[in-house]
């Protein structure tokens, strides 16, 4: 991933885990992970072709998120939260009224009822020394191709264009396929090597047949 593409994906991150830090302790955690997860693959859908790096601003209302009561929800808010057994109402219950987030290029702001002018959430690049972050909740989200949960990529000449966001459990394994494939449906136990099973089983065999003699 190249420092233009970083920039645009840190910036659906950091909006999404700014949202989530108001849910926390009033949805469950999975569904509040469940929740940023779809929220994020869907903007990344959304903001595909609507970033420019030398002009951050450009676009800027098309990648408005407005949140609140009075506010009709968007389409993509409304689909992420039905998703994960949510209504949109559970979401805004915990937001301090009305909020507009605007994720630009290297940059995250919001707006609320509070806010006469724009209040950073996020600026600069993950990777730099100066980077600006007001911490959001413990929703960790990594970008991984579906290749790694078991999907076909029908255009494997455009690579990137099928990039997705998937939760990680802090400390959890992550599986690929071919590692799934050597597991019990996931757990870190590794099946067992089934020509040591077929040796264990002749020598016990064996040894039955000499205590009967």
């Not at 191709?145 to 400390?171: A, D, I, K, T, W």
């Not at 590794?190 to 065999?205: A, M, T, V, W, Y």
């Amino acid at each position: 991933m190249d420092y233009k593409e970083a920039k645009n994906v840190y910036g659906i991150e950091r909006a999404l885990e700014f949202v989530a830090r108001y849910l926390q302790f009033r949805v469950p955690r999975l569904k509040i992970c469940q929740f940023v997860e779809h929220m994020s693959n869907l903007l990344l859908l959304r903001y595909q072709g609507k970033w420019d790096v030398t002009d951050p601003k450009k676009f800027a209302n098309e990648r408005m998120l407005r949140f609140g009561v009075g506010i009709p929800p968007e389409d993509l808010v409304l689909s992420a939260a039905s998703a994960v057994g949510l209504s949109v109402e559970d979401i805004i219950s915990c937001l301090p009224g009305r909020m507009v987030i605007m994720v630009n290029p290297g940059e995250v702001y919001y707006i609320d009822d509070n806010a006469a002018a724009p209040k950073p959430i996020w600026l600069g690049l993950a990777e730099t020394a100066d980077e600006k972050f007001v911490q959001g909740s413990n929703a960790q989200l990594s970008l991984v191709h579906p290749r790694e949960l078991g999907l076909e990529n029908p255009f494997p000449n455009n690579l990137r264009e099928f990039m997705m966001f998937r939760y990680v459990v802090p400390g959890s394994q992550n599986f690929s396929v071919e590692s799934f494939a050597q597991t019990r449906f996931g757990s870190l136990r590794k099946r067992p090597d089934p020509e040591i099973l077929r040796r264990l089983q002749k020598s016990i065999i064996a040894a039955t047949a000499q205590s009967d003699l």
